[in-house]
């Protein structure tokens, strides 16, 4: 989920910067403090949205640096269990394929691909048994997250399925809805 989040904290402006007006200054430094920072309670921060406000500056003795205390807003995504993302195959191993999110990738097992058996070939494709369907690097795809791990912001993990009905490439629900539906026992 994309969220706006109100911050304030204070933003070193360094001397080389002094030739800017201070909110272009301000607004660099915040981007490049926080542009792809990860975080639990913020998540992925995609890009500094705007500054609401500065303080005045001071400068503190040794560093030569201009501090200004400035609130901002920020954009971030916050990957959100059970949510239904959309995202390209960015690549695909034997055990599975990982799919860009935009701000973040995630993986999406061999298992959690299809409904169906499904086969790993040597030109990165996975293709189910039965269905034939396949799925490929830069197919457009849905999927659910299932698992999020934000702990260590060097290494953010996103787990995904596409095993449910809508999920998958746009075709696959096509497919989905041209089926006649299979009756249970109590239906017949």
Request: aromatic share 6%.
């Amino acid at each position: 989920m994309f969220y706006k989040v109100e911050l304030k904290d204070h933003i070193r402006i360094p001397p080389s910067l002094f030739n800017l007006p201070v909110e272009e200054a301000i607004i660099k430094r915040t981007k490049k403090k926080y542009e792809g920072y990860i975080d639990q309670e913020l998540g992925i921060v995609i890009d500094v949205s705007s500054v609401k406000h500065i303080d005045e500056g001071i400068i503190i003795p040794g560093d030569g640096a201009a501090h200004y205390e400035t609130t901002f807003e920020l954009l971030t995504f916050k990957p959100e269990m059970q949510e239904v993302v959309v995202g390209r195959i960015k690549d695909i191993a034997d055990f599975g394929a990982f799919i860009t999110l935009g701000a973040i990738e995630g993986m999406i097992h061999i298992s959690q691909t299809m409904d169906d058996f499904v086969s790993f070939s040597k030109d990165k494709v996975l293709v189910g048994k039965d269905s034939k369907r396949s799925l490929k690097v830069n197919d457009l795809c849905r999927a659910r997250i299932i698992a999020v791990s934000l702990k260590d912001p060097a290494n953010p993990k996103i787990g995904l399925t596409m095993r449910q009905v809508g999920l998958g490439k746009p075709e696959w629900s096509d497919e989905d809805k041209s089926k006649p539906e299979k009756k249970g026992k109590e239906d017949k």
